[in-house]
């Protein structure tokens, strides 16, 4: 039995993680600002997690064998955390995103943002942890954001910047874990994103896409769940990758749609950089999930998983 916090778990993948961790006997804690309650059993803390001082007053003398950060979105609040949890627990893996890798939003500068494995691939081949090193980020000072939406480069360098600070320095063994792009069938998945796909495809809606779009990775949210609650209980540090095996495109994304709607997608061509729908992208960042495979992590696969995804998402539209 592990005692774990989870700060965020109100909705989505977080809400699943806590019930995985509540099955497997663990003693969850979730702490949020009050955004939802957690299932009987659960212990509530409120706060808001960018006020230093009401987190550590909410804590009091509480220690956790894993703190699972689900809502870290800036260098500002993992600053924080990072204070306020030192001597407090005994691991820290904090959600991050595979957009950390997503060459259109890396900032250009005089530091060198990537690691031993060399620059992003132009190439559509997956890329590694060892493609993006925060850690050789220019910190861009404490300033926070308030919460989103955000621009995609806004989300994707605020998630890097907050890598770099637990990286830098670190105060505990620390994990981050890129998630892939999260799917989930019917109300479970809030984003809408499957749900652009099974509208416009079952209604003979056009389709947004690039003429030449790059494979992406996805991971199902129940898998998504598994893996941060594997990864609270292993004892790596640094950066994994959380993706299920297989990288469809955008195109054979809205074929799988097509196949369970029972209508042939049409499509509408963008231009380069132009706004396209979710998951057509004109540039390669797909991941490679070989090090969370090496170790132990049995990973899905995308085509086991999407069908019914696709399924419960029609049926949820009606």
């Known amino acids: 039995m592990k005692r774990i916090l989870v700060i965020g778990g109100s909705r989505y993948f977080?809400?699943?993680?806590?019930?995985?961790?509540?099955?497997?006997?663990?003693?969850?804690?979730?702490?949020?600002?009050?955004?939802?309650a957690p299932p009987r059993g659960v212990d509530h803390l409120v706060a808001d997690r960018d006020d230093e001082e009401a987190l550590r007053a909410v804590l009091g003398p509480r220690e956790f064998d894993v703190v699972v950060d689900q809502v870290c979105y800036t260098p500002l609040q993992a600053a924080v955390a990072r204070r306020v949890f030192a001597g407090r627990?005994?691991?820290?893996?904090?959600?991050?995103?595979?957009?950390?890798?997503?060459?259109a939003t890396l900032p250009a500068g005089p530091v060198d943002p990537v690691g031993p494995g060399g620059p992003v691939p132009a190439v559509p081949a997956p890329v590694t942890e060892a493609s993006l090193d925060p850690a050789r980020l220019p910190?861009?000072?404490?300033?926070?954001?308030?919460?989103?939406?955000?621009?995609?480069?806004?989300?994707?360098?605020?998630?890097r910047q907050a890598e770099a600070v637990f990286l830098r320095d670190a105060a505990f063994p620390y994990v981050s874990v890129r998630a892939a792009h999260v799917l989930g069938g019917g109300p479970a998945e809030f984003t809408g994103r499957l749900a652009h796909y099974v509208e416009r495809i079952a209604a003979g809606t056009p389709v947004d896409v690039h003429e030449a779009p790059y494979a992406t990775s996805f991971i199902h949210h129940h898998e998504m769940a598994e893996f941060l609650h594997w990864t609270a209980?292993?004892?790596?540090?640094?950066?994994v990758n959380a993706a299920s095996h297989g990288a469809p495109d955008v195109l054979a994304l809205c074929e799988?749609?097509?196949?369970?709607?029972?209508?042939?997608?049409?499509?509408r061509v963008?231009?380069?950089?132009?706004?396209?729908?979710?998951?057509?992208?004109?540039?390669?960042?797909?991941?490679?999930?070989?090090?969370?495979s090496a170790?132990?992590?049995?990973?899905?696969?995308?085509?086991?998983?999407?069908?019914?995804?696709?399924?419960?998402?029609?049926?949820?539209?009606?």
């Not at 627990?89 to 060459?103: A, C």
């Not at 209980?233 to 950066?239: E, H, K, R, S």
């Not at 963008?270 to 969370?292: I, K, T």
């Open 89 to 103: 627990t005994g691991r820290y893996v904090m959600t991050s995103t595979m957009e950390v890798y997503d060459p």
């Open 256 to 267: 799988a749609v097509a196949e369970r709607v029972g209508r042939r997608p049409r499509y």
């Open 295 to 318: 170790l132990g992590f049995g990973s899905g696969h995308v085509a086991d998983w999407l069908p019914g995804a696709i399924t419960e998402t029609a049926g949820a539209a009606g």
């Open 14 to 36: 977080g809400k699943a993680l806590v019930a995985r961790a509540r099955e497997a006997g663990d003693e969850v804690t979730v702490l949020n600002r009050g955004s939802g």
């Open 139 to 159: 910190l861009p000072g404490a300033a926070g954001r308030a919460p989103g939406p955000w621009p995609a480069y806004v989300y994707a360098e605020g998630k």
């Open 233 to 239: 209980g292993q004892a790596f540090t640094g950066p």
């Open 270 to 292: 963008v231009g380069a950089g132009a706004a396209a729908s979710p998951f057509s992208f004109d540039r390669a960042y797909a991941m490679d999930n070989g090090r969370a």
